[in-house]
């Protein structure tokens, strides 16, 4: 973290919410480079209502994946300013700016950069259909306080998943887990296999595997085409950005 001065002074005196995401950036977390260079740029216009943002925003309760998803757009935004301002080489001169274009008043462009002494307005996207997928902290801890001799997988397969009934679906998985481990239905369903057959509600389902200490708890989740973002992005999002005014 000694590379990242701003960064690691901010998470460290930051008043983050302990849900906050950011609470978890490690030494080899991929947005600690856009973080420093965007801590960096405290002199210009936009940038405090843009860190309360970053501060404030990627919170909410351990039920709901909701912090995780904000803090991904927020990540998105950190590296789109990183993308102009430390690749593309523009100075990077505001954020949360009305273009003069603008169609709609107060529509702020989320980065204002200067080329060639042009002021140039950005709007930054990101899809957020994988983030969904994301299993809510709430059942990420639940299902690590398993104590059985597997590694274990878990697939989100409700969006919308607010572990409602998590206690119930937690009681179920235990008794499908008695159930496959007694030695008859062992024999009957999984005679050749190194670990039980999934289990899943409406809401999540959890895959088993042979154990392996360095497997963790890997999320599964079904991948966007660079087709269907492409999609998104015109049918959906390129007109609100022209809109704005955005370049």
């Known amino acids: 973290m000694k590379r990242f001065p701003r960064?690691?002074?901010?998470?460290?005196?930051?008043?983050?919410?302990?849900?906050?995401?950011?609470?978890?950036?490690?030494?080899?977390?991929?947005?600690?480079?856009?973080?420093?260079?965007?801590?960096?740029?405290?002199?210009?216009?936009?940038?405090?209502?843009?860190?309360?943002?970053?501060?404030?925003?990627?919170?909410?309760?351990l039920h709901r994946n909701t912090a995780l998803v904000k803090w991904a757009s927020h990540c998105a935004e950190l590296g789109a300013i990183s993308l102009l301002g430390q690749e593309l080489g523009l100075e990077i001169s505001g954020f949360d700016q009305t273009s003069p274009r603008a169609l709609r008043p107060a529509s702020d462009c989320d980065v204002v950069a200067e080329y060639a002494s042009v002021r140039l307005f950005f709007e930054v996207k990101r899809r957020s259909l994988?983030?969904?997928q994301t299993p809510p902290p709430l059942l990420r801890a639940r299902l690590l306080e398993l104590d059985i001799p597997y590694s274990m997988s878990v697939e989100i397969l409700d969006a919308d998943y607010d572990c409602g009934e998590l206690d119930q679906s937690m009681?179920?998985?235990?008794?499908?887990?008695?159930?496959?481990?007694?030695?008859?239905?062992?024999?009957?369903?999984?005679?050749?296999?190194?670990?039980?057959?999934?289990?899943?509600?409406?809401?999540?389902?959890?895959?088993?595997?042979?154990?392996?200490?360095?497997?963790?708890?890997?999320?599964?989740?079904?991948?966007?085409?660079?087709?269907?973002?492409?999609?998104?992005?015109?049918?959906?999002?390129?007109?609100?950005?022209?809109?704005?005014?955005?370049?």
């Open 7 to 61: 960064a690691t002074h901010w998470l460290k005196a930051a008043e983050l919410e302990e849900g906050h995401p950011a609470k978890r950036i490690g030494p080899s977390d991929p947005i600690l480079p856009a973080l420093e260079f965007f801590l960096s740029l405290d002199h210009l216009p936009g940038f405090p209502r843009r860190l309360n943002l970053l501060e404030k925003e990627p919170s909410g309760e």
């Open 171 to 247: 009681e179920e998985l235990g008794k499908h887990l008695e159930l496959m481990l007694d030695p008859e239905n062992r024999s009957i369903w999984w005679p050749h296999e190194p670990a039980p057959p999934p289990w899943s509600t409406q809401g999540f389902c959890v895959r088993f595997y042979e154990k392996d200490e360095s497997f963790g708890l890997p999320v599964l989740f079904s991948p966007l085409s660079e087709s269907q973002v492409w999609r998104w992005l015109l049918d959906q999002k390129a007109q609100g950005a022209r809109d704005k005014g955005a370049d």
């Open 130 to 132: 994988e983030d969904l």
